[in-house]
T-cell receptor
Framework: NAGVTQTPKFRILKIGQSMTLQCTQD?????MYWYRQDPGMGLKLIYY???????DKGEVPNGYNVSRSTTEDFPLRLELAAPSQTSVYFC????????????FGDGTRLSIL | AQKVTQAQTEISVVEKEDVTLDCVYE???????LFWYKQPPSGELVFLIR??????QNEISGRYSWNFQKSTSSFNFTITASQVVDSAVYFC??????????FGAGTILRVKS
């Protein structure tokens, strides 16, 4: 029962570098989400997708890009890493209905130095 | 706009004490769903419970119970006879039209032996 798998678990980047956070789910969920969690804060939605080929911005999309070429995968791209992007990133997935809970990956802890 | 407020930033209790975590929400939608998630020190997010806006029955699951009151827009979470393993950050979240989940800032619960 893999659920939602995120890689890597930890990463340190230098300012200006780029990287892709990987997320894959095996529950055949249509909806997928990326959140960031800053210390002492709740989770803030970066981007989400309601199906392959469809993505939309969340609350804090600046500095990030996403794509959804398959139902299973929803990578998050940081093009020019900035210290403000130091955070813990969570990927989640769910069925389309609003009463369905989101299932979360274990998170990626990212530090930009 | 939707908003979730968890006014208690941090709560410390001694093992076997009962503790209540408060959650107050705002939404203009008449149909919505409320969730509680637990984030233990290991960092993953664990779904605990879902409640829809039409069901005001309280729910009990073992030592956990939830009190939903639409009149006060609250969805409080009580742990009876707390244990050290209950130490975690607890998030309340609201999901209304559009499938976006809005999180509160979380309450850190520390249970001391």
């Amino acid at each position: 029962n893999a659920g939602v798998t995120q890689t890597p678990k930890f990463r340190i980047l230098k300012i200006g570098q780029s990287m892709t956070l990987q997320c894959t789910q095996d529950m055949n969920h249509n909806y997928m989400y990326w959140y960031r969690q800053d210390p002492g804060m709740g989770l803030k939605l970066i981007y989400y997708s309601v199906g392959a080929g469809i993505t939309d911005k969340g609350e804090v999309p600046n500095g990030y890009n996403v794509s959804r070429s398959t139902t299973e995968d929803f990578p998050l791209r940081l093009e020019l890493a900035a210290p403000s992007q130091t955070s813990v990133y969570f990927c989640a997935s769910s069925y389309p209905r609003e009463d369905q809970p989101q299932h979360f990956g274990d998170g990626t802890r990212l530090s930009i130095l | 706009a939707q908003k979730v407020t968890q006014a208690q930033t941090e709560i410390s209790v001694v093992e076997k004490e009962d503790v209540t975590l408060d959650c107050v929400y705002e939404t203009r939608d008449t149909t919505y769903y409320l969730f509680w998630y637990k984030q233990p020190p290991s960092g993953e997010l664990v779904f605990l419970i879902r409640r829809n806006s039409f069901d005001e029955q309280n729910e009990i699951s073992g030592r956990y119970s939830w009190n939903f009151q639409k009149s006060t827009s609250s969805f409080n979470f009580t742990i009876t006879a707390s244990q050290v393993v209950d130490s975690a950050v607890y998030f309340c979240a609201l999901r209304a039209y559009g499938n976006k989940l809005v999180f509160g800032a979380g309450t850190i619960l520390r249970v001391k032996s």
